[in-house]
């Protein structure tokens, strides 16, 4: 669903990502991981179309098509969801009525009836439930005044009303408690079927206790220098980032 | 350029949807300002002999009167020498019903939405339509009648309730009040009139829709509310206006009089032409809005969405006379291109715990120029004052710019008053959250906008409501980055 190949970003000037390649199934979920300044959130600003990044080479193929020549809003259209690192508040803006115009331009999109706000609220309610949401903060401002845990919660919530394809979670770990985490983890668990696929940006093994990758990717310096099983992620916790870095075959010399 | 800078600009290159112009023959006099002409148009309305005096005295007062220079505003000299200060669609005889309307003047309301017969019909909002400077169409008026409310043009009222509009009028606004006020005391030519009786819940919204439509002919309107003790009104002021090149000044005056425990809620929409996206053309807007609370416990509330106009000049504001009077001042300025607004409210408090508060939403884009000003003057005997201010600046792309310049004069120590304010600048990350759940730029700076709109936008009635927010995002369109 999911083809990265030789994929080179900057920001300001200052190339990250230094040539990236990255495959991935339907169904499957990808955990990159790696050190602070890696990279990891740059690769999923990119996917996402985030203005203030540019792609100087590489390309990328969602669903069999270019993902790079389209816009932020078509791609999430096309069913890219980014769960954002850090959710921007938008005053007084209502948390529903900002999620139903959302669902419903998607819906348009792909030829479905737009809901109208009964129908949109029995989904809603459905979806609260599952992600333990207070109904509350429907009725708020995006995101504005939320804790960093209902902001992170937020994100998800979204996710499982707009049901996207493919989700990439940049981060979505940092700053929850254990409890957030697990409901965060459910969440995207639920979500879980042979169709779609999530990236799962993390700093922390942690979360991949909870939310089980198939696939883990090591990202230092712009480049994946190691994929592996879920094994990976705990041998990482183990050793660190270190001893990834020093060049293959380093101890035969 | 990032790409949501270009869907700004793109925004801002649209045109004004409501500049067309309307055939109908005029009947104007010769341009200039003259005490002839001062006579001249007080005798087209067949005014009573003290009108006319009024009138000149104002004339008088203007001759020797500065057009003040202390707004944050720039613009060419205005020859008022060069203006027609009389213009009336020419009509046959008084019309009794809708049908007789000009059937061009129909056309026009229209075209801008605001069908007679419909709103008649779907919203119960009575409309007196001011078809540049004399009322064309009257409805609702048997209904309001019943209940004792006149609700007329100013015109019509001096005919028939001239003791009303000689006991109030000049009362808020005196005829030496500033330049504008003055030269439309000395000038006015129509406007709309209101009168509730004592007691007397207004059942329905009252409307107005004022049009510019006579080429290079300035507008002076001037209406009069007065709510009797007990009584509640909620007026509508809607406008809309035709495209042109030359600027047209506009100096109008209202005037709100709320005796004790009375009502009265003002809300204007306006959206006169602005100009192109050059800055060339578009309305000049000096106008003078106050109101008295003179009886105890009454309240007036101004709700403006101020969309249009090259220049507007505007400070409704409340006199707080009453004990316990409350006075409210809820606004949205916006400017995009060459637009330049310095708006804001006068407070005076001179009862005892008088209450008011100001909301001031300014959105600027463009080049757009848009300042706040505001005045709080708490008198020696206001007890137990209270004022809460709150001005908020937007800004979109970075040639615009937004001022405050808040005033406070402040007399007695048992005054509580409160200022807050903030400028924030319309993120790319809160427009590229937008998008990345699928919103267009334009749906997500329009969200955006409104929802730093919403505490004033919750002010006005429903209809108008919806109405504000389609203005918003029209005058906002190509503004975005």
């Known amino acids: 669903m999911l083809k990265v190949r030789n994929l080179h970003a900057r920001v300001a000037g200052r190339e990250i990502l230094r040539g990236i390649d990255l495959s991935m199934n339907h169904g499957e979920v990808h955990a990159i991981m790696g050190p602070n300044g890696s990279g990891k959130s740059t690769l999923a600003r990119v996917l996402s179309g985030h203005p203030e990044y540019e792609v100087t080479e590489g390309e990328v193929l969602f669903e069999g098509e270019n993902l790079l020549e389209m816009e932020p809003e078509e791609r999430a259209r096309a069913g890219v969801f980014m769960a954002f690192q850090y959710p921007v508040e938008i005053p007084g803006v209502n948390n529903a009525y900002f999620l139903k115009a959302a669902l419903n331009t998607m819906r348009k999109h792909r030829g479905e009836e737009e809901l109208d706000a009964m129908e949109f609220m029995t989904l809603v309610r459905d979806r609260m439930k599952q992600l333990d949401m207070d109904e509350a903060l429907l009725s708020r401002p995006v995101n504005e005044g939320f804790s960093g845990g209902e902001k992170k919660r937020n994100e998800i919530f979204q996710m499982a009303v707009l049901e996207p394809k493919l989700g990439v979670l940049d981060e979505t770990d940092s700053g929850l408690d254990i409890d957030a985490l697990r409901v965060v983890a459910h969440g995207v668990n639920t979500m879980r079927n042979a169709d779609r696929s999530f990236l799962v940006v993390t700093h922390y093994q942690r979360l991949l206790n909870y939310i089980v990758p198939d696939v883990v990717h090591v990202l230092t310096d712009g480049r994946i220098i190691r994929s592996g099983g879920k094994e990976l992620a705990l041998e990482l916790e183990d050793k660190g980032y270190g001893w990834l870095e020093e060049p293959v075959g380093t101890s035969e010399a | ?481």
């Open chain 2, 1 to 481: 350029m990032t790409t949501s800078t270009e869907t700004i600009e793109q925004l801002a290159t649209r045109e004004y949807k409501h500049g067309f112009y309307t055939d109908v023959e005029q009947e104007t006099i010769p341009r200039g300002l003259s005490e002839d002409v001062v006579r001249m148009i007080s005798a087209k309305k067949d005014e009573p002999e003290w009108l006319l005096e009024w009138r000149l005295q104002a004339y008088r007062v203007w001759l020797t009167m500065r057009e003040p220079s202390w707004g944050n505003i720039k613009y060419g000299p205005i020859d008022y020498q060069n203006i027609i200060y009389y213009a009336a669609p020419k009509q046959k005889k008084t019309l009794s019903s809708l049908d007789e309307v000009d059937p061009e003047i129909r056309r026009t309301f229209e075209k801008l939405g605001i069908s007679l017969e419909e709103q008649k019909i779907l919203s119960g909002v009575a409309v007196d339509a001011v078809f540049d400077s004399v009322s064309v169409a009257t409805t609702f008026k048997e209904k309001l009648a019943g209940l004792g409310i006149i609700f007329c043009s100013f015109s019509e009222a001096v005919q028939n309730h001239p003791a009303l509009v000689r006991k109030y009028l000049g009362t808020v606004v005196p005829y030496s009040d500033n330049f504008f006020a003055t030269l439309n005391s000395a000038v006015f030519s129509d406007g709309s009139f209101a009168y509730i009786p004592k007691g007397v819940r207004c059942p329905m919204e009252l409307s107005t829709y004022f049009r510019i439509n006579a080429k290079e002919t300035g507008q002076f309107e001037r209406t009069l509310i007065i709510a009797e003790e007990g009584s509640y009104v909620s007026y509508l002021e809607g406008c809309t206006a035709p495209m042109r090149d030359e600027n047209q000044l506009h100096a109008a005056v209202v005037e709100l009089v709320a005796l004790d425990n009375a009502t009265i809620k003002y809300s204007t929409v306006q959206n006169w032409y602005p100009g192109d996206k050059d800055g060339k053309g578009g309305i000049y807007n000096f106008v003078t809005k106050r109101g008295k609370c003179q009886g105890v416990n009454s309240k007036i509330t101004w709700t403006q969405v101020e969309t249009g106009s090259a220049i507007t000049w505007k400070y409704p504001g409340c006199i707080l006379q009453g004990d316990n009077s409350i006075g409210e001042f809820y606004s949205v300025a916006t400017t995009n291109n060459w637009q330049q607004a310095d708006t804001g409210t006068k407070m005076i408090h001179l009862g005892k715990n008088t209450k008011s508060t100001i909301v001031s939403k300014g959105i600027s884009a463009g080049h757009g120029q848009n300042t706040y000003r505001g005045l709080v003057k708490i008198a020696k005997g206001a007890k137990r004052a209270h004022n809460y201010s709150q001005c908020d600046s937007l800004l979109i792309g970075d040639k615009c710019g937004a001022h405050t310049f808040p005033y406070l004069e402040i007399k007695n120590s048992t005054a509580r008053v409160e200022h807050e304010a903030s400028t924030s600048k319309i993120g790319e990350d809160q427009i590229f959250y937008c998008r990345q759940r699928g919103l267009s730029s334009e749906d997500a700076v329009n969200m955006i906008v409104s929802g730093f709109c919403r505490e004033v936008f919750r002010q006005l009635p429903m209809e108008f409501a919806v109405e504000a927010q389609k203005l918003l995002s029209i005058s906002l369109e190509g503004s975005v980055g």
